[in-house]
C-alpha cells in the first residue's frame, strides 16, 4: 500500500489538494456567497417565512458556486483517471444536471413558494454541495474495472 502511495505520490497530492479546495467552498460560504437560505435552514424554519433575498443575486451566487464545485471535482475526475472521454461525458452532465437544478430552484421558488420548503432545501442541496463527484468516482473506477 506504501509502494503504491509514493508510486502515485502526484496525483494523492494533486487529489488531496483539490479536495480540500471543495472544504474551504464549504467552510467559507457564508463570506464567499450570497445565500440568505444558509441561516435560514440552519434555524427552526418549518414555522418561519422564507428570508428576504434578492432573486438575481441568489441566482447568480447559486450558479457561481455551482460552477466553482463542478470546475474542481472535474479536475478531480481528471487527476485521478486521466481520461478524456470521462471529463467531456462529465461536462455533459454537470451542464445538464446544473441546469435543471437551477431552473427547478427558481421554479419551485416562484411558483410553489413556502409551501414546498422541503423541495426547495433538496434541489438547493444538490445546486451547492459537490454531491454527484461522491457518485462519478466510483461509478467511473467501476466502468474501468469491468473494461480490463
Not at 508510486?7 to 445565500?35: C, G, M, P
Not at 437551477?102 to 421554479?107: A, N, R, W
Amino acid at each position: 500500500m506504501l509502494k503504491l502511495l509514493l508510486k502515485n505520490k502526484e496525483k494523492f497530492f494533486w487529489s488531496l489538494f483539490l479536495i480540500l479546495l471543495l472544504v474551504l467552498i464549504r467552510a467559507f460560504e457564508e463570506t464567499l456567497f450570497y445565500d440568505p437560505f444558509l441561516n435560514y435552514y440552519k434555524s427552526e424554519y418549518s414555522h418561519l417565512p422564507f428570508p428576504q433575498f434578492n432573486i438575481f443575486k441568489l441566482f447568480f451566487s447559486l450558479g457561481m458556486r455551482f460552477y466553482l464545485n463542478s470546475v474542481i471535482s472535474l479536475l478531480l475526475l481528471y487527476v485521478i483517471f486521466k481520461d478524456t472521454k470521462i471529463i467531456k461525458f462529465s461536462i455533459l452532465v454537470y451542464m445538464i444536471l446544473g441546469s435543471v437544478l437551477m431552473i427547478s430552484f427558481i421554479f419551485v421558488l416562484t411558483f410553489f413558494g413556502e409551501e414546498h420548503k422541503m423541495t426547495l432545501f433538496y434541489v438547493r442541496r444538490f445546486i451547492i454541495q459537490p454531491i454527484f463527484i461522491l457518485l462519478f468516482i466510483p461509478g467511473f473506477y467501476y466502468q474501468k474495472q469491468i473494461k480490463k
